[in-house]
């Protein structure tokens, strides 16, 4: 491992110093599951590593009027275990319940995933479905971004590896929180991935899903996304609007999975996985869906 | 390099090191301790062998760098059990036959201690998810689980 | 029944007390005063011939204690379990991804890993055959000698075209299987001593009678001065029964003086480990309209890899065994065991059995459906009985257990599926 200096801080503060007074590469560690695999194989060369555990005031999750607010740094066995989180907010719960193992959920961080910028990042398919807002900090004060926004297409990322300064964050910001609108009373949400395993399983696909009905069962607001099918996870707007306004018939449902395989073949077409992901996004849509009626119906 | 000075509670006893930032908790526990009970299989947090408890939670060593447990609380298996007793984990361990080759053990002992200490009387899939990021290459996992619930107290 | 001490009673493993304390000692967690480490360079690339190595650079690194090449070994520069066919440390030709060029011992990790850094290794690269297909043309770059073709035999037993004019169903399909890792957990290891003119190594191994010999010859010395200790191994599978690390440790403590230990990193450990024989089968196997075999007549191209390893034993036993727990009056099994630039093949739980096995049992279910009868019926009507004689001239007389076992299996699975109503 290279050899750099470290940084332990006790608050966000403490880090707007450390950005100013250190000029090298400067690199941000909370869960440290993709950055000291990253380390450790010379892919990143940091001369300053931060560490971001020790900073409490990222670490929370809390309601707020219409919203959930969660801390940058908290970890994914908080977020698939709180609450607030599994009875407002589903899709995250599940897809951080599915991220990694055990112990790699008491380590990552829902800011580590969302940073790393991976297409396959677990959390951050749920998150598009929640239609979730980034706050990012820097000395010069806070800014709000739309996850989508931030992930704006032409911007790079691999897959199995990270970008912590991703173009959407820059060199003396941090990603302090992100948060999102709670759940309508009739509103539900789910997340389904797809895996060569139960555990430790790299997705091949994810489906994240937020529909909220009328009184009448009509679907009044709809948004779906999808994960490692692209650059990074998206919303399928056209999908959406399929079921916009109907009952969720069987029928209404596979004209909407249809759209999402089309949508698949138009993002992914040339690769050779597509043959296997346009026919399996639509059984894994299919569970999501089920999930959200079931739901729906107690 | 400069050296960084932590001080943490290590299997019951506070401890105080200098370490280079730049090593990894693993590394500081079997060089600087001498806890060589911490395999390494992988070095990626993916085979668990290296899993340690830290603030009580069940985490890869190989993936924490060792100035971050400053101030936090780290068991190894050499921390478990008591005045020379084994802890009931390792007792039904050996009972089971959940042990073979021995090197995924003190990594599967900690996953089912964190998971002891936080839900006393889990579930066989509880269980199973506990101790779902340690390999075992030699045993099929049947054994494990049934050791991990024959410990469970009544 | 009558009550045993031991039989029928669970057994205490002799060293679980150990590990479950994790005191037991694996090689990478042993430590001798004045230790070294140690690291191997390694070609990045498949096929090649070496120019020139310069190891100036990091000899000069403070804390390097020794670089050596193939130049250093005073004994033979060859090993291999069956045949004698991989270097130490290569000479010129690289063979695979992974073939060891010099060895290093260093004071510490990071001096090693600068030092591996700074050997500068000149290689010609040169095409390389990566398929069977490409090893067997006349024209192929040869990874040995003058011929890609390790073994080819053939086992005959009665007459299997005159046989198959006789049958009224006839299946031919094709079978691939991939290569496969052992995995065991932990990666290899030795930790070797040269002291008083005995060498005496720690190994993470599954031969360490194998690699005392290995050794020996290596070093150009009896096998009294050698001494080969299997310390507490993680799982091997098969997998290290080759050479890992015993004779790059046991040649740097030979020069050092030194206590050296060696460990492998997980993708060291993959790159250069031994792995499952892929294979590439075609099977052709006839039967009678009311299902009973009459004939098969089997082809196997079997891929080593860059060396030998157990690949000879592994084309006998696939053999042996390609014509499944059936009994079969007329078979023909060829196989032909081949030389590529892929990582090399070697022994692996069951050596060839279990690549064999998914052949003759595609060929069961095969032919239960082209017949319209139960796939168990295909197998309890062929499978071998007290009294059978197998492809190889073996008339089994006991413990001949596999047609209970399928009827017990059989109604087991039913029980389950009823339960399940299914």
Request: net charge negative.
């Amino acid at each position: 491992m290279k050899e750099f200096k470290y940084y332990s801080p006790k608050s966000l503060n403490e880090i707007f110093k450390i950005f100013e007074a250190e000029k090298g590469e400067t690199c941000l560690i909370a869960g440290g599951t993709d950055v000291m695999l990253e380390i450790n194989s010379k892919k990143v060369n940091p001369d300053v590593v931060i560490n971001l555990k020790s900073i409490d005031e990222i670490n929370y999750i809390k309601e707020d009027n219409e919203f959930i607010r969660i801390g940058a740094g908290t970890t994914f066995t908080k977020l698939s275990s709180d609450a607030v989180i599994l009875n407002s907010a589903r899709a995250l719960a599940q897809a951080c319940s599915k991220v990694g193992s055990t112990q790699i959920r008491n380590l990552g961080t829902i800011g580590g995933n969302i940073v790393t910028g991976s297409a396959c990042g677990d959390s951050v398919s749920a998150l598009v479905a929640l239609d979730a807002i980034l706050v990012i900090q820097s000395p010069k004060g806070k800014r709000e971004i739309t996850l989508t926004d931030f992930y704006s297409p032409g911007q790079k990322s691999v897959c199995d590896g990270c970008y912590h300064n991703t173009p959407g964050i820059g060199k003396d910001e941090v990603l302090v929180e992100v948060y999102f609108k709670k759940a309508e009373k009739n509103e539900f949400s789910a997340f389904r991935k797809l895996g060569k395993r139960k555990a430790l399983a790299k997705s091949i696909l994810t489906v994240g899903m937020s529909i909220e009905f009328d009184d009448d069962k009509k679907v009044k607001n709809a948004r779906i996304s999808l994960g490692a099918v692209g650059k990074h996870p998206y919303r399928v707007t056209s999908a959406e609007n399929i079921i916009d306004g109907k009952k969720l018939s069987d029928e209404t449902i596979e004209d909407c999975l249809n759209e999402i395989s089309n949508i698949v073949i138009a993002n992914i077409g040339s690769r050779a996985s597509c043959p296997f992901k346009k026919e399996s996004v639509k059984g894994v849509a299919r569970e999501v869906f089920a999930s959200i009626i079931e739901q729906s119906s107690l | 390099m400069e050296k960084v000075k932590i001080s943490f509670k290590l299997n019951g006893e506070n401890v105080t090191v200098e370490t280079p930032p730049n090593k990894r908790l693993l590394d500081l526990l079997r060089e600087d301790f001498e806890l060589t009970s911490v395999k390494e299989g992988c070095g990626e947090g993916e085979c668990g062998a290296c899993t340690v408890i830290l603030n009580n939670e069940a985490v890869t060593s190989c993936t924490v760098l060792a100035p971050q447990v400053d101030n936090c609380e780290v068991v190894t298996v050499e921390g478990l059990g008591k005045d020379g007793e084994l802890d009931k984990l390792q007792e039904k361990f050996i009972e089971e036959g959940a042990v073979q080759c021995g090197y995924c053990t003190p990594g599967m002992l900690l996953s089912a201690k964190a998971l002891l200490e936080k839900n006393p009387h889990p579930s066989r899939d509880e269980i199973k998810t506990a101790i779902e990021g340690n390999l075992c290459r030699c045993t099929g996992y049947k054994k494990i689980v049934d050791a991990i619930e024959a410990s469970i107290e009544e | 029944m009558k009550e045993f001490n031991v039989i029928g009673k669970n057994v205490i493993k002799k060293d679980a007390v150990d590990k479950v304390l994790g005191k037991a000692k694996f090689a990478a967690d042993m430590k001798l005063p004045n230790m070294l480490v140690a690291g191997v360079k390694r070609s990045e690339v498949p096929s090649g011939k070496v120019i020139n190595i310069n190891a100036e650079k990091a000899k000069k690194v403070p804390g390097v204690v020794s670089v050596l090449t193939y130049k250093d070994i005073p004994g033979e520069n060859i090993i291999g379990i069956i045949n004698k066919d991989e270097p130490i440390l290569v000479e010129d030709k690289i063979r695979r991804i992974g073939d060891a060029i010099a060895i290093v011992a260093a004071e510490d990790e990071s001096t090693l890993e600068k030092a591996l850094e700074l050997i500068e290794v000149e290689i010609e690269e040169t095409q390389g055959v990566f398929t069977i297909e490409d090893a067997l043309k006349e024209d192929s770059p040869k990874v040995h000698g003058d011929t890609n073709i390790l073994a080819e035999k053939i086992l005959k037993r009665g007459d299997v075209d005159a046989a198959f004019k006789k049958c009224d169903v006839i299946v031919e399909n094709e079978y691939s299987t991939p290569v496969i890792a052992h995995m065991f957990i932990e990666p290899e290891a030795t930790l070797a001593n040269y002291e008083e003119g005995i060498i005496t190594f720690y190994s993470s191994t599954q031969n360490p009678h194998y690699d005392r010999g290995e050794v020996a010859r290596m070093l150009g010395i009896t096998l009294n001065r050698v001494r080969s200790v299997q310390a507490t191994t993680g799982g091997g599978f098969g997998g290290k029964l080759d050479i890992s690390t015993q004779c790059h440790t046991a040649l740097l403590a030979f020069y050092t003086n030194r206590p050296i230990k060696m460990v492998r990193s997980r993708e060291e450990s993959m790159k250069v480990s031994s792995k499952r024989h892929p294979h590439y089968m075609k099977f052709k196997t006839g039967a009678t309209k009311d299902g009973k075999i009459l004939a098969t007549d089997v082809e196997l191209l079997q891929d080593t890899g860059a060396y030998g390893s157990y690949g000879l034993a592994v084309i006998t036993r696939s053999m042996v065994h390609a014509q499944g727990p059936y009994e079969i009056p007329n078979v023909r099994i060829r196989a032909k065991m081949v030389y590529t630039n892929n990582p090399m093949s070697g022994a692996m739980r069951g050596f060839g059995v279990p690549q064999v096995a998914i052949g003759h049992e595609g060929q069961m279910d095969a032919l239960a459906e082209k017949l319209g009868i139960d796939p168990v019926e295909i197998r309890t009507k062929n499978c071998f009985q007290t009294g059978s004689v197998t492809a190889t001239g073996q008339k089994l007389v006991d413990s001949i257990g596999i047609y209970e076992t399928i009827k017990k299996a059989a109604d087991k699975a039913e029980q389950i599926m009823d339960k399940e109503g299914k």
